[in-house]
């Protein structure tokens, strides 16, 4: 579905695609600056995204950015290495936090996700034993394909 919108860089109408915020000449002229300036992620939070309510979502900032979810979530990575308060979570996006509430919603968020992942690691090692431990998994099952015929044209599947 094509729409026209205005560029939010240069004013112009041009048709929209997928979403865009841009028309093609700015995109191109951004994709550029941003890789001359990798701050640009934080410098945009800091300003349109303090707090929970003016979170945004990563497919927003994508679109906006001309980046995808991955180069978002290596540069927040990044972010938070160096100090600064980049929240996120899933029923709101990412933001720039206000106050300590929070950054400990986001602590919470993170640790529900480090418990799922242990809970995976620990059903993944309880898999491996179980293959290991001398449990048969190869059972065969013999399917007769028509039994007035010669018993030679019986199937014999081996399954794990
Ligand atoms: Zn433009």
Not at 7 to 30: H, L, N, R
Not at 47 to 55: L, P, Q, T, V
Not at 114 to 139: C, F, M, Q, W
């Amino acid at each position: 579905m094509f729409n026209i919108k205005y560029c939010e860089c240069c004013g112009e109408p041009f048709w929209e695609d997928e979403g865009s915020f841009y028309c093609e000449e700015c995109s191109e002229a951004i994709s550029e600056e941003k890789r001359d300036n990798p701050d640009f992620l934080l410098d945009y939070l800091k300003k349109y995204c303090r707090g929970k309510d003016n979170a945004e979502f990563s497919r927003e900032i994508e679109k906006r950015f001309l980046i995808s979810g991955r180069d978002i979530r290596r540069i927040v990575k990044s972010l938070r290495e160096q100090g600064e308060p980049i929240c996120s979570d899933c029923h709101h996006g990412y933001y720039y936090a206000n106050n300590r509430d929070e950054i400990n919603r986001t602590l919470r968020g993170l640790n529900e996700h480090v418990n799922g992942v242990s809970s995976t690691i620990a059903d993944l090692r309880n898999a491996e034993l179980k293959k290991t431990s001398g449990t048969p998994i190869i059972r065969k099952i013999i399917i007769v394909v028509s039994p007035e015929d010669d018993p030679e044209d019986e199937l014999v599947m081996e399954l794990i």
